[in-house]
């Protein structure tokens, strides 16, 4: 039997026809399929702009510097998510610190950020720039994050990789309602793809203007941002230092046809994260608890056991029988990289909690039930042995 494999993309005939039609266009690259990428993430999601570029790395890394975010500055994230979302600070050159984890629902504990923002205040420093994560897509308490920011003077960056289809408050993450900005991911694991690929969503035209600049080596055509008089039509300026971050024709077409199954890949993800529950529900383990304001995307299906000297021979035993389970996050500061920065074991006591206990299991939108059964068989059989 093949293997089951924790996260996968699904490419149907039409988004291959997609990509074909662009190799059979003018346009490969800095064509017209990136700005319809844009323009059709931005109206589903309510935002006024979307700005593509190359992965959801550089989405995050051009977000923090189109907010001024540089040496001197202070940027706060969680500890359990991908590296980027602090290493995006760090090339800017602003310092990182990390906010613990709520231990229901593996989002940003607002009752931390409190306590951490009380503290920073007495201490006189404060975060420049908070980067909630809305973890295995389920949004972060975004209304309630948004008050703390006016109180004490944050900017707001949501990193929702996880959470494109997904809604808070009754509407769609990436509204920017809370928010200075929202940055998504097109990873092949993601809930849609375009190969790699992540666009940033802002409510703010000048934002959107520098963000344009900076994802193509900070250079403009537009005669009204350049100094002094063009010489011609061919004239263009190098305004700041950007980046090479561009999206490509091809992974925008890709992007905008799978975008047009957002709605039935997210519904089978609920479906399927359902069923886990109802199938798990006698086990000793948690899932993640659902908010009332919340209706995930739920691109992760973590389970977290209840003891966490079953987590390694877990992993083994379930890979063993095909089934590829993964384990997502092991909090950031815990990396030796940020180990040299000084950042100490126990900083963030239920993110480090969580990740001794956290399994992913399989969940993508081509997890067929007898794929499914397969899991769960796997599931509780290891779990009877490891834990007798």
């Known amino acids: 039997m093949a293997d089951i494999p924790y996260g996968r993309q699904s490419i149907s005939d039409d988004d291959i026809a997609a990509v074909e039609a662009v190799l059979r266009s ?3 690259t800095q064509g ?3 700005e319809r990428f844009e323009r059709m993430v931005a109206e589903r999601c309510g935002a006024r702009y979307a700005v593509a570029v190359s992965n959801a790395t550089a989405a995050l890394h051009i977000a923090c510097l189109g907010m001024d975010i540089g040496p001197g500055d202070l940027v706060w994230t969680v500890p359990n ?9 760090r090339y800017c050159g602003a310092d990182v610190d990390f906010v613990d984890i709520d231990a229901d629902t593996f989002n940003l504990s607002l009752d931390a950020l409190r306590a951490k923002l009380a503290q920073a205040e007495r201490l006189g420093r404060l975060p420049d720039l908070l980067i909630p994560v809305h973890f295995a897509g389920q949004s972060c308490q975004m209304a309630e994050i948004a008050s703390l920011a006016e109180r004490y003077g944050f900017g707001v960056l949501e990193d929702a990789s996880h959470a494109i289809g997904g809604s808070y408050g009754g509407a769609p993450v990436g509204s920017c309602r809370h928010s200075d900005a929202v940055v998504f991911s097109f990873h092949p694991v993601k809930i849609i793809t375009s ?3 992540g666009m940033v969503l802002t409510n703010d035209p000048a934002l959107r203007q520098r963000l344009l600049r900076l994802r193509s080596h900070g250079i403009t055509r537009d005669a009204g941002q350049m100094q002094g008089e063009a ?3 061919w004239c263009y300026q190098q ?3 950007g980046y ?5 024709d091809l992974q925008a077409a890709l992007g905008c046809s799978q975008l047009e199954r957002l709605d039935a890949f997210v519904a089978r993800r609920r479906r399927l994260q359902a069923a886990y529950r109802n199938a798990l529900s006698d086990l000793p383990l948690r899932m993640a ?3 009332p304001e919340t209706d995930p995307a739920w691109h992760l299906l973590v389970v977290r056991l209840e003891q966490p000297q079953w987590r390694k021979p877990m992993f083994d035993a379930l890979r063993a029988r095909g089934v590829l389970v993964n384990v997502h996050y092991q909090p950031i500061y815990q990396q030796p990289y940020y180990r040299q920065l000084g950042f100490p074991p126990g900083l963030c006591p239920e993110a480090e909690a969580y990740y001794q206990r956290a399994l992913s299991l399989p969940l993508y939108f081509d997890l067929s039930d007898e794929a499914f059964d397969r899991v769960i068989a796997a599931f509780r059989t290891s779990l009877s042995e490891v834990a007798s």
């Open 26 to 28: 003018d346009w490969l």
């Open 32 to 34: 017209p399929a990136i």
């Open 81 to 89: 998510t991908f590296v980027a979302s602090a290493n995006c600070a």
């Open 195 to 197: 190969g790699e690929g």
């Open 231 to 233: 010489e011609g039509d």
């Open 239 to 241: 305004l700041e230092l």
């Open 244 to 248: 090479n971050y561009r999206l490509t």
């Open 289 to 291: 608890r659902q908010l």
